[in-house]
T-cell receptor, first 114, second 112 residues
Framework: DAKTTQPPSMDCAEGRAANLPCNHSTISGNEYVYWYRQIHSQGPQYIIHGLKNNETNEMASLIITEDRKSSTLILPHATLRDTAVYYCIVRLMGSGGSNYKLTFGKGTLLTVNP | DTGVSQDPRHKITKRGQNVTFRCDPISEHNRLYWYRQTLGQGPEFLTYFQNEAQLEKSRLLSDRFSAERPKGSFSTLEIQRTEQGDSAMYLC??????????FGPGTRLTVT
């Protein structure tokens, strides 16, 4: 799986948009970008994933650059409960092959301030 | 959907003792994964099952570790002769085939 690079920490004011960047310059054509987050002392929580088109769900939006070498996770209106470590992960999609595991880095600690 | 559950949530044991953790995946999920997370690090893959078959084991999984998933439902992870270095959060996740993985709350192990 391609490696990812994220800033170790970011701050955001409550109610503002949080934009979390991720670099994945070695991503291959059949690899997806996944985002998970982990609130203190809990298991990771799936947020969103995408291949090349921008994606949006009830939690967040994912913007992937045209060359797919980087992406941004956007939390449109951050709340205090969004304080967590956010992990950007690149993995193969599909039922077979080596796509069975998630390779986590250290992620970005997002702190939402009141 | 009741989510992935793990038991116990916390375990304190003395060095040299054996411990066993249980994971109940989301029903109908055929894949089950175990990860380990130490302080300040992201989770690291340990092993995974497709139905009852254990298909992959990480090099992190020493001979003292064993995992089972009888009948392709719940899974257990046993650590024999625990060492202080085994202190970590043990996370279980499940998925339907290669789709997104859903994690449980974890079992925090402290070896004294």
């Amino acid at each position: 799986d391609a490696k990812t690079t994220q800033p170790p920490s970011m701050d955001c004011a409550e109610g503002r948009a949080a934009n979390l960047p991720c670099n994945h310059s070695t991503i291959s054509g059949n690899e997806y970008v996944y985002w998970y987050r982990q609130i203190h002392s809990q298991g990771p929580q799936y947020i969103i994933h995408g291949l090349k088109n921008n994606e949006t769900n009830e939690m967040a939006s994912l913007i992937i650059t045209e060359d797919r070498k980087s992406s941004t996770l956007i939390l449109p209106h951050a709340t205090l409960r969004d304080t967590a470590v956010y992990y950007c992960i690149v993995r193969l999609m599909g039922s077979g092959g080596s796509n069975y595991k998630l390779t986590f880095g250290k992620g970005t600690l997002l702190t939402v301030n009141p | 959907d009741t989510g992935v559950s793990q038991d116990p949530r916390h375990k304190i044991t003395k060095r040299g003792q054996n411990v066993t953790f249980r994971c109940d995946p989301i029903s109908e999920h055929n894949r089950l994964y175990w990860y380990r997370q130490t302080l300040g690090q992201g989770p690291e893959f340990l092993t995974y099952f497709q139905n009852e078959a254990q298909l992959e084991k990480s090099r992190l999984l020493s001979d003292r570790f064993s995992a089972e998933r009888p009948k392709g439902s719940f899974s257990t992870l046993e650590i024999q002769r625990t060492e202080q270095g085994d202190s970590a959060m043990y996370l279980c996740a499940s998925s339907l085939a290669g789709n997104q993985q859903y994690f449980g709350p974890g079992t925090r192990l402290t070896v004294t």
